[in-house]
């Protein structure tokens, strides 16, 4: 699967932007889609996740309250919803996506970026103070 992130920008502190990942090919809802962030000199770092289904969510707890992912598979696309956005979210935001079924039941699994074995290209999101 090919993916595709878009949405980011310029947002003042407490905005909010909507990030999509839009995907390629006619398997989208077998992929466990979840959301990175990499900030400047740092580790690229978990963010958000969402099942096959879309019923299961999962999130790093500082955003939690703030963001919402969700995916709607007949339009082959993820969200993710960020609200109250603060200077600290600021970094380049990846999609990634992978079918191992290993994801929903361990949250160290699906927070290492070496599990997933599909990557957009990033989108940056600056979030001014």
């Known amino acids: 699967v090919q993916l595709q992130a878009s949405g980011g920008g310029l947002v003042q502190a407490g905005g909010s932007l909507r990030l999509s990942c839009a995907a390629s090919g006619r398997t989208f809802s077998s992929y466990f889609i979840s959301w990175f962030r990499q900030a400047p000199g740092k580790d690229r770092e978990f963010v958000a996740a969402?099942?096959?289904?879309?019923?299961?969510?999962y999130y790093v707890d500082s955003v939690k309250g703030r963001f919402t992912i969700s995916r709607d598979n007949a339009k082959n696309t993820v969200y993710l919803q960020m609200n109250s956005l603060k200077p600290e979210d600021t970094a380049v935001y990846y999609c990634a996506a992978d079918r191992s079924t290993s994801h929903s039941g361990s949250s160290r699994y699906r927070a290492s970026p070496g599990n997933y074995a599909n990557w957009g290209q990033g989108t940056q999101v600056t979030v001014s103070s």
């Open positions: 969402i099942s096959w289904s879309g019923g299961n969510t």
